[in-house]
């Protein structure tokens, strides 16, 4: 078995897609994943599959989602690697006075070229900052991700992918769960 993160994206967020998470965790044991566990109401959930890749249990539980709730919901999966990667190579976090809760990471459905920087055209997002990582944009925003245009429908259309986006303490949080293979604290 291996453990797998899926970031759902766009669930209870402004009373769209509302899913409990005690019946999103009831769906996905029913479709066959083990030691299903959440965090928080925006839809971090760990499984535990026999599928080693991570596309294809996001596809299975994007397809579970649809077939047993009526929601379209973009899923992106990450590895333990993933999220230690991003907490080794976020380099607003060398920064001298960071600010945490200006950090957000998107994580994003394929490995970007470093070039893709240039796509986002980040000079209209002045003063917000982003950087590119593999699978992970690291994003810093001046004022905050309520008043900002750089969102995940901006990456999303820009960088042909699905995006989904977290904020520097839940990144670190769900890296803890992952090495602690805590259970559900929703």
Known sequence: MKTHLALLRGINVSGHNMIKM???KTVLENAGFHNVRTYI??????VDSEEEHGASVGFKIKHEIFKELGLEVPVVVVSKNDLETCCKNNSFLTEKNCDLKK???AFVSKE???????DLKMSQFKPDEAQIDSSRIYIKYAIGAGKTR????????KLNVVATIRNWNTVTTLLEMFELGVGSST
């Open 150 to 157: 750089l969102d995940q429908k901006y990456i999303e259309k």
């Open 22 to 24: 005690d019946l999103l």
């Open 112 to 118: 970007l070229q470093g070039s893709a920087i240039n």
């Open 103 to 105: 950090l957000y990471v």
């Open 41 to 46: 109401q925006t839809g971090n959930v760990f």
